[in-house]
């Protein structure tokens, strides 16, 4: 019974991811961000990977997704780098809240407070390890990246200032929309994934 358990969760595991992948190719620009910065929901799977089967699942589906996304990188696996720590944060942080009471409103609070552990975690990941790495690594010069937030915000002076008014939001925002569609489809997918 225990192993048929496991392989259930590493089948829907593997759907989960599977999905994840293709949302990840499907980016929306957002006209108040620099272009560098896209909107996807592949963070979506996490969430509910995390809900199924618990916090490590929602972070082993956070990690797979993106390294397979960066054969095809545009960003040298930077880009991936920051969306799989800002992904783990995500799922488990809702996973180990949604493990407390397996409830509608839980589900609600985990997601949602994921949502903002999320946003708080990306300042000082994009700020300390994701931004440099795209400094150095990619050979982008800081002025040229800040020029990018100035053109939308002419009263931005600094990268710091910068994350903290564009990227935190954004980042709030897409957790929380992955959070109000999981609160749809994740009852009914439930079911699907856990084979009841």
């Given at each position: 019974m225990k192993s048929t358990k496991h392989t259930r969760m590493i089948a829907g595991?593997?759907?989960l991811t599977a999905v994840a992948v293709v949302?990840?190719?499907i980016e929306i620009a957002i006209p108040l961000m620099p272009s560098f910065v896209k909107l996807d929901f592949?963070?979506?799977p996490e969430l509910i990977g995390a809900f199924a089967y618990g916090p490590l699942a929602g972070a082993a589906i956070a990690v797979v997704k993106?390294?397979?996304h960066v054969v095809v990188s545009q960003s040298a696996g930077i880009g991936?780098?920051?969306?799989?720590?800002?992904?783990?944060?995500?799922?488990?942080?809702a996973g180990l809240v949604y493990k407390i009471?397996?409830?509608r409103k839980t589900a609600l609070l985990a997601g949602s407070c994921a949502?903002?552990?999320?946003?708080?975690?990306?300042w000082p990941l994009n700020y300390f390890i994701i931004y440099p790495l795209y400094y150095s690594v990619m050979g982008f010069p800081e002025v040229a990246i800040l020029g990018m937030y100035?053109?939308?915000?002419?009263?931005v002076s600094s990268i710091a200032q910068a994350l903290l008014i564009f990227n935190v939001p954004f980042t709030l925002v897409k957790g929380l929309l992955c959070v109000a569609i999981a609160m749809v489809i994740y009852k009914p997918l439930s079911h699907v994934l856990k084979k009841k």
């Amino acid at each position: 019974m225990k192993s048929t358990k496991h392989t259930r969760m590493i089948a829907g595991c593997g759907m989960l991811t599977a999905v994840a992948v293709v949302l990840q190719y499907i980016e929306i620009a957002i006209p108040l961000m620099p272009s560098f910065v896209k909107l996807d929901f592949s963070d979506l799977p996490e969430l509910i990977g995390a809900f199924a089967y618990g916090p490590l699942a929602g972070a082993a589906i956070a990690v797979v997704k993106n390294l397979i996304h960066v054969v095809v990188s545009q960003s040298a696996g930077i880009g991936e780098l920051s969306n799989a720590l800002l992904g783990i944060a995500f799922a488990v942080f809702a996973g180990l809240v949604y493990k407390i009471k397996k409830t509608r409103k839980t589900a609600l609070l985990a997601g949602s407070c994921a949502a903002a552990v999320m946003a708080l975690v990306s300042w000082p990941l994009n700020y300390f390890i994701i931004y440099p790495l795209y400094y150095s690594v990619m050979g982008f010069p800081e002025v040229a990246i800040l020029g990018m937030y100035q053109a939308l915000l002419p009263a931005v002076s600094s990268i710091a200032q910068a994350l903290l008014i564009f990227n935190v939001p954004f980042t709030l925002v897409k957790g929380l929309l992955c959070v109000a569609i999981a609160m749809v489809i994740y009852k009914p997918l439930s079911h699907v994934l856990k084979k009841k």
